[in-house]
């Protein structure tokens, strides 16, 4: 996993700024392809799309002020960040440059473990097209 010192929007929300830990999960990448069968053919055909489609995600470990706040969290707060948005992330590098890049409305999935005491631990998937680098 890539550790490193993140602000992650999600939808145009902040989702996790430098002050949370945040570790990603490797990206996977694959060909899309369209499996055809029937309509009178002998054998199945598969057809390249021509695009890829970037799976890829991170595990947020947050910090809350109260056991309210990490309970209401893991109940209803994550929730919204959950479907189909823009995914921006910048990581802030060890020489003090920014790097940004997003992801352009890929399906997001939200998944937030029960709190340990005033900690929760979230895990974000998003699947799409390839990030692209922002100026």
Not at 18 to 27: A, D, K, Q
Not at 81 to 103: P, R
Request: hydrophobic share 40%; net charge negative; charged share 15%.
């Amino acid at each position: 996993m890539v550790r490193g010192f993140y602000d992650i929007q999600i939808g145009g929300q902040e989702f996790a700024t430098v002050n949370e830990i945040v570790s990603f999960v490797p990206l996977k990448s694959s060909a899309q392809f369209m499996e055809i069968m029937g309509y009178g053919a002998t054998t199945k055909t598969i057809v390249a799309l021509g695009n890829l489609a970037v799976q890829g995600g991170f595990i947020m470990t947050k910090d809350h002020a109260t056991q309210e706040d990490a309970e209401n969290w893991h109940q209803t707060a994550a929730a919204r960040f959950t479907g189909v948005n823009n995914v921006l992330i910048t990581k802030q590098c060890s020489d003090g440059t920014t790097v940004a890049w997003e992801h352009v409305n890929p399906k997001v999935i939200v998944t937030v473990e029960e709190p340990m005491n005033f900690t929760t631990t979230t895990r974000v998937e998003f699947e799409g097209a390839p990030a692209t680098l922002q100026p």
